[in-house]
């Protein structure tokens, strides 16, 4: 069974960074042709792709994102992780990672509210 947890803070001041963690069971992160991606949902702009990395750790992230953006592998953990530097209240989402056997997103985590609050 592939599960995937989202964790980290719930609440993050503006202009700090926001960071997360994708937690990944049953399903090697370094599994050849497999994508991991961030995505994120606000009742505004409904859902957002974020970004993704890559099996051997190349990134992509989204034009309006990727300036403050970073998406590592964490191989020894088998996790991913999600930062998004200088945070404003726009950034207050629900977030989600989600797996990519390269046919499509198969599996999502649960989610995770990040308010960006002073």
């Known amino acids: 069974q592939v599960r995937l947890q989202e964790s980290g803070p719930g609440l993050v001041k503006p202009s700090q960074t926001l960071s997360l963690t994708c937690t990944v069971s049953?399903?090697?992160?370094?599994?050849?042709?497999?994508?991991w991606h961030w995505i994120r949902q606000s009742p505004g702009k409904g859902l957002e792709w974020i970004g993704m990395i890559s099996y051997s750790g190349d990134v992509y992230a989204s034009p309006a994102l990727k300036n403050r953006t970073t998406i590592s592998l964490d191989t020894s953990t088998n996790q991913f992780t999600l930062q998004v530097n200088s945070v404003t209240p726009e950034d207050t989402a629900v977030y989600f990672c989600?797996?990519?056997?390269?046919?499509?997103?198969?599996?999502w985590g649960q989610g995770t509210l990040v308010t960006v609050s002073s």
């Open positions: 989600a797996r990519d056997p390269t046919s499509g997103l198969d599996t």
């Open positions: 049953g399903s090697s992160i370094t599994a050849t042709y497999f994508y």
